[in-house]
């Protein structure tokens, strides 16, 4: 059994201009010690499927249909009380922003001691002794002097790293990362990547990754799910993923992606924007901004289908290498036939 299961999660917003179909029929599992990436433009669905895992949605967003299991539990079935076990216990979650995920009036140390008390029966001087330790381990220096400092004393780099000490605090079974290098440096994202890793490994700890770029998830993660528009449109290895990408959406992604030694002046990008999730596009969602759209694709949604076999995601037994696109489903639309490249210098082929 894996870890964390999601069975046809559909979440919607309800608003003024109609609803937004924020995720709509996604599936995937993460095993334990397992880490997992969601990658995809902003708007795809990425952090609020985050949410939907912890029942962090507000209004007017809302989990219409699907099951969210978790070690076996259906967490869309938990109570107030168990939802809060759930919380910080056995998933945490570390945010984009850490100085938005600390409050400004009390110390570092103080902020992880009471994530501490808040989940065990423990002294408050056992509490702040792995305060300190947690500090350490997320490699702040001079931990016991700097427990008493407040978030403002920080730099951005280390207020992540003292918010994954808190999320670290009760040793979760998964942690969920949205986006949490985004608002920092790149030298500074290297080290919290680096961290995650590490920490990952020490505590067993399975992580899902979220982020809109896929440089950043390339070291770090075992499996890479790509969104669009609020489906999953392909999911595979990370490195099977980028050495042979199959979608187009992810192989413009991948194209791209500043490379050593790149001598483009400009990066490719693809043309267009995510739609309208009030109003999706018919057949592949992609088909506005694909190069390789034919008018089946206007008309037919590709499912998620094994790219060697064409058979089902769903279906039992399937390789690890998925793609939603009709060049992979056992019925081929007609003359819909392309051969998708990067070329070392990238770009869609
Ligand atoms: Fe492009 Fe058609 Fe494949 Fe969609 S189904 S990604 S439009 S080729």
């Known amino acids: 059994m894996a870890l964390l299961e999601v069975e046809d999660l559909v979440v919607q917003f309800y608003t003024e201009d109609g609803t ?56 869309l079935g938990l109570s107030d009380e168990e939802l809060r076990d759930l919380r910080g216990n056995e998933i945490a979650m570390v945010f984009q922003d850490p100085s938005a995920a600390l409050n400004p009036v009390y110390t570092v140390g103080e902020q992880i001691a009471e ?30 002097s700097r427990y008493s400092e407040y978030p403002h004393e920080f730099s951005g780099g280390m207020q992540q790293r003292v918010v994954i000490a808190m999320a670290l605090s009760c040793e979760p079974d998964l942690l969920v990362c949205d986006e949490p290098t985004t608002a920092l440096d790149v030298t500074i994202e290297a080290g919290i990547l680096e961290l995650l890793e590490d920490l990952a490994a020490e505590f067993d700890t399975a992580i899902q990754l979220v982020s809109h770029d896929l440089g950043v998830v390339a070291g770090l993660c075992d499996r890479v799910q790509v969104m669009y528009a609020g489906e999953i449109v392909e999911r595979a290895p990370t490195e099977e993923l980028y050495y042979d990408p199959k979608h187009p959406y992810t192989v413009g ?46 008309l037919r949604a590709p499912s998620l289908v094994d790219v060697e076999t064409g058979v ?30 990067v070329e070392d210098g990238g770009g869609l082929e």
């Open 20 to 75: 937004v179909r924020a995720v709509d029929g996604i599936s995937y599992e993460i095993d334990r010690g397992e880490t997992v990436a969601l990658v995809g433009e902003s708007g795809a669905g990425k952090s609020v499927t985050c949410l939907s895992l912890l029942r962090l949605l507000e209004r007017p967003g809302e989990i219409v249909s699907g099951e969210i299991r978790f070690d076996g539990r259906d967490v």
């Open 115 to 144: 994530a501490i008390r808040a989940h065990e029966d423990v002294t408050d001087e056992t509490a702040r002794r792995r305060a300190i330790d947690l500090l350490e381990r997320v490699e702040i220096p001079d931990a016991a």
């Open 253 to 298: 992604l991948m194209a791209s992606i500043p490379r050593i030694g790149d001598d483009r002046d400009e990066l490719p990008t693809i043309p267009g924007s995510m739609p309208d999730l009030v109003d999706v596009p018919t057949g592949c969602r992609f088909h506005p901004r694909c190069p390789y759209a034919e008018e089946a694709c206007r």
């Open 312 to 341: 089902p995601a769903d279906e039992p037994a399937p390789n690890d290498h998925l793609a939603a696109c009709h060049e992979y489903t056992d019925d081929l639309v007609d003359g819909l036939d392309y051969e998708v490249v």
